[in-house]
């Protein structure tokens, strides 16, 4: 089976800053495309960013230029670092990827982890 675990939730101040990471483990044969989204109460989720296995990044329009979404494709790792948080950043914020367990697998499987809470006070 595979695992998506988040780490460095939070409660920060506006203005701040936290570091979300992303570990993956369990069977995995390579990792394509993960990401990260955010769901606040009572709202849709909704991508944040996302990296795919070459690097290439995808940032949704609220967080350009304050959020860094990173991967280590050696250890099956992404980070988000988020700076200059604001209250609308609070959220659940979910880790995603797209793999295949096995060589043998034709197409990409997607995971996702159980959520970090993030909460930016005001």
């Known amino acids: 089976q595979v695992q998506l675990v988040e780490s460095g939730g939070g409660l920060v101040q506006a203005g701040g800053s936290l570091r979300l990471s992303c570990a993956a483990s369990?069977?995995?044969?390579?990792?394509?495309?993960m990401g990260w989204y955010r769901q606040a109460p009572g709202t849709q989720r909704e991508l944040v960013a996302h990296?795919?296995?070459?690097?290439?990044?995808i940032y949704t329009d609220s967080v350009k230029g304050r959020f860094t979404i990173s991967r280590d494709h050696a250890k099956n790792t992404m980070s988000l670092q988020m700076n200059s948080l604001k209250p609308d950043d609070t959220a659940v914020y979910y880790c995603?990827?797209?793999?295949?367990?096995?060589?043998?697998?034709?197409?990409?499987?997607?995971?996702w982890g159980q959520g970090t809470q993030v909460t930016v006070s005001s």
């Open positions: 990296i795919t296995s070459s690097g290439a990044t």
């Open positions: 369990g069977t995995i044969f390579s990792i394509n495309t």
């Open positions: 995603n990827a797209f793999l295949k367990r096995t060589s043998a697998d034709t197409s990409l499987r997607e995971y």
